[in-house]
């Protein structure tokens, strides 16, 4: 048997060290105690040196310090007499023939249960009321129940204690106010809590294929009650055929649904998942819709899954036929008008299958965009490619859709002027395509402003960015070096010049500076002077003032890096 720690032990590094692993030590001998499989002389022993080192108020002081803070006592003193305590009653009611022959036994337990009764099982700070669910689940698992309803003038105060703990939870779950600790979820605990002072004999069981709701009735949860989704992490779902199984992975996580299940009925789902053949019922730990995390069983795989389809999480529940997403869907990835997922739905729409994506993500390109060509549907100006030849970053978005969809989107955005189909990369298993033009179209164009109010929104919607953050983003984009030259040549001005001053500063032709200056007019960049405009100046006459627009002049100045 593991010695005790002497009664009071000054705090130390070393006496916290030998406190922790004597806990562990103890802990393991109540729960064999529990279960009927500790060696009766070993815990005889303990029970001998729990009597002798009992304070005389029914604490185990194990480290005592007389300016000891609370926190610390609550480790030290109500921890240690909770765990002992249930030691106590397990003992006193399964071996009443050792217990008549063990001195000062029922006064150690009475006096044990008058500080709880006094003393309370609230924890400390911001984890007090799952120190006192951890504490009744403690002394449940020991039989306190049964305890009191053999011995109710045992300890009457005792007694009266866990019927009004049990009442407290009852009214809390009833309320719905179940959350403590800083808004932490304790439902599904306190529930569990009640069937097992109440002696139901329920457990939870977590599903996660053929026993799911969505992939219907099997009659085995018929008497169970659904508490929802939940997740297990650390395991992988694969898809097995006719049925999934899960197998142990740290970087994967499994979908499912949690359910409250008879006892009883455990033994029938054995059976139906060929437990101790096919699968291992383990207990695991799951979190549940609410957030809450609680220890469930579940049925792990145990035969190999070599050249198996591992599911991603993303795709999950499982379902019949799930791997058939792996033959028949890809990733369109869109970084122009198609990013807008209103104007994709309108290619969609266009499809022999007009079924929305199963899947949209965001996805950062690693290529730059540019624009070019005339396109009619946008004003005869330029619209969005991806230049394949060099690295950079693209805001983009990409949607989950069949092979033959991406196919007939290729023929309606024109195979002439999309004409490839290039492979980006692979998420969850699944190819990522885009369209695009190869090699680079070597003509840059300005697009509309409608295009790109398009391509804006839909950048908007999928990345929450701000709109001065999006028109940097595209302006960046379009402006080539000679738009560049007439932006900064502006910039350089302490007032608005005209368009004769601007040929002749950048030393170019008047037909050149005309074409870049109505580009970055129809981006909203420049705005001709009104004294000019006021005086019958054309927009492109040589005597046209122009000057940068007041509130672009920031982003401006950032894109020019001035």
């Not at 002081?61 to 480790?75: G, L, N, Q, T, W």
């Not at 306190?190 to 009659?219: A, S």
Request: aromatic share 12%.
């Amino acid at each position: 048997m593991k010695e005790l720690l002497m009664n009071k032990a000054a705090p130390s590094r070393e006496a916290f060290q030998d406190f922790e692993k004597q806990m562990k030590d103890w802990l393991e001998l109540f729960q064999s105690q529990v279960k009927g499989t500790a060696d009766i002389e070993e815990v005889t022993g303990m029970i001998n040196e729990l009597i002798k080192n009992q304070d005389a108020d029914g604490y185990w002081r194990v480290i005592f310090s007389e300016d000891m803070p609370y926190d610390a006592k609550v480790h030290f003193w109500k921890y240690p007499t909770i765990l002992f305590t249930g030691l106590l009653i397990n003992f006193y009611m399964g071996n009443p023939d050792q217990c008549v022959h063990i001195q000062g036994l029922e006064a150690a337990l009475i006096r044990a249960l008058d500080i709880i009764e006094k003393g309370g099982i609230a924890g400390h700070g911001f984890s007090s009321f799952r120190f006192m669910m951890d504490a009744l689940n403690l002394l449940v698992e020991a039989g306190a129940m049964q305890f009191i309803g053999l011995y109710p003038a045992k300890h009457q105060g005792f007694t009266q204690f866990l019927l009004e703990k049990k009442k407290e939870l009852e009214l809390m779950l009833a309320e719905g106010k179940t959350k403590f600790d800083f808004n932490e979820e304790f439902g599904m605990r306190i529930e569990r809590l009640i069937h097992k002072m109440n002696g139901e004999k329920k457990i939870w069981l977590f599903v996660y294929g053929t026993l799911m709701k969505m992939n219907g009735p099997q009659g085995y949860l018929e008497e169970s009650e659904f508490r929802g989704t939940a997740a297990l992490s650390g395991y992988a779902l694969y898809d097995l055929g006719r049925y999934p199984g899960i197998v142990e992975d740290k970087e994967e996580t499994v979908k499912g649904e949690l359910y409250c299940i008879p006892q009883k009925k455990i033994g029938e789902i054995d059976a139906y998942e060929a437990e101790g053949y096919l699968y291992a019922r383990e207990k695991v730990r799951v979190s549940a819709r609410s957030g809450e995390s609680i220890e469930a069983y579940t049925y792990v795989y145990k035969k190999p899954v070599d050249g198996k389809r591992m599911i991603p999480f993303s795709f999950q529940p499982w379902y019949l036929g799930i791997s058939d997403i792996f033959d028949h869907y890809v990733w369109y990835a869109c970084y122009g008008s198609n990013i807008n997922y209103e104007r994709f739905m309108k290619y969609i729409e266009m499809c022999e299958d007009n079924s929305p994506p199963l899947q949209i993500r965001p996805r950062k390109l690693n290529h730059p965009i540019y624009f070019a060509k005339q396109s009619g549907s946008w004003q005869n100006q330029g619209v969005a490619f991806l230049d394949l030849s060099k690295k950079g970053s693209s805001y983009g978005k990409m949607y989950l859709i069949t092979k033959e969809q991406l196919a007939e989107i290729q023929r309606h955005e024109g195979r002439t002027w999309y004409n490839k189909k290039a492979l980006l990369g692979w998420e969850d298993g699944l190819p990522i395509y885009t369209l695009t033009h190869k090699p680079r179209w070597e003509q840059d164009t300005v697009p509309s402003q409608e295009y790109l109010d398009v391509i804006k929104q839909g950048i908007k919607d999928t990345y929450q960015l701000s709109d001065s953050a999006i028109d940097n983003y595209l302006w960046r984009k379009i402006l080539r070096k000679e738009q560049r030259a007439v932006l900064m040549f502006l910039r350089q001005q302490e007032h608005g010049v005209s368009i004769q001053a601007i040929t002749d500063g950048l030393e170019t032709t008047m037909e050149d500076i005309l074409a870049d200056i109505g580009k970055l007019r129809d981006l909203g960049l420049i705005k001709q002077d009104g004294r000019s405009v006021r005086a019958g100046v054309s927009w492109n006459g040589k005597e046209a003032v122009y000057y940068t627009v007041k509130k672009h002049r920031a982003m401006i100045d950032r894109i020019l890096n001035r």
